[in-house]
């Protein structure tokens, strides 16, 4: 089976970190533009961040540029996002997505059922 | 690029024709996918490339548009379809972005 899974969410202090893991199988990891997207409790969709095949390229939101750093291991089938510096606004449940081909032309076909991260002292 | 869906929240009732729009603040080409989203669930992917439906997606659902403007048709909304909907758009090296939602609930 095809699957994402999210692992790392937490409460945490404004100020603090985390780091997020996403774990794939069923798929060749590999060869999959992977993104993060984040939904804040009531509220939509938001983009966060994607990482190419081999980790080479990355791109943020401008709301985590500088905060956030996204990462993988692919002998492990592994994507990570380090979050620092959180903020009350970070609050979310963070979604890990596989884009389903190269280009623009392609959605973000599997998604992991989420992780809650709740930034508050 | 800025996504703005329109309606953000509509009311209607089972058998409905239904369509959601999605207007980019630039051209974009056909590069916009569509979701539906149920609470507590993580979002599907239903079209791509502004009209193509996605495997397993009931052909009810229907996606056109070029350039600026797109639109999501449900010919004939059933139970199963009261979600709330996105627009999104992803170019590989510059931000993503998702339109801000529309939620489509029963009459």
């Known amino acids: 089976e095809v699957q994402l899974v999210e692992s790392g969410g937490g409460l945490v202090q404004p100020g603090g970190s985390l780091r997020l893991s996403c774990a794939a199988s069923g798929f060749t990891f590999s060869n999959y533009w992977i993104h993060w997207v984040r939904q804040a409790p009531g509220k939509g969709l938001v983009w966060v961040s994607n990482i190419n095949y081999d980790g080479g390229s990355t791109t943020y939101a401008d709301s985590v540029k500088g905060r956030f750093t996204i990462s993988r291991d692919n002998a492990k089938n592994t994507l990570y996002l380090q979050l620092n510096s959180l903020r009350a606004e970070d609050t979310a449940v963070y979604y890990c997505?596989?884009?389903?081909?190269?280009?623009?032309?392609?959605?973000?076909?599997?998604w992991g059922q989420g992780t809650t991260v709740t930034v508050s002292s | 690029i800025q996504l703005t869906q329109s309606p953000s929240f509509l009311s209607a009732s089972v058998g409905d024709r239904v369509t959601i729009t999605c207007r980019a603040s630039?051209?974009?080409?056909?590069?916009l996918a569509w979701y539906q989203q149920k609470p507590g669930k993580a979002p599907k992917l239903l079209i791509s490339?502004?009209?193509t439906l996605q495997s397993g997606v009931p052909s009810r659902f229907s996606g056109s548009g070029s350039g600026t403007e797109f639109t999501l048709t449900i010919s004939s909304l059933q139970p199963e379809d009261f979600a709330t909907y996105y627009c999104q758009h992803l170019n590989s090296y510059l931000p993503g972005t998702f339109g801000q939602g529309t939620k489509v609930e029963i009459k």
């Open positions: 997505a596989r884009r389903s081909g190269t280009g623009p032309l392609y959605g973000l076909d599997v």
């Open positions: 630039q051209g974009i080409s056909n590069y």
């Open positions: 490339a502004a009209s």
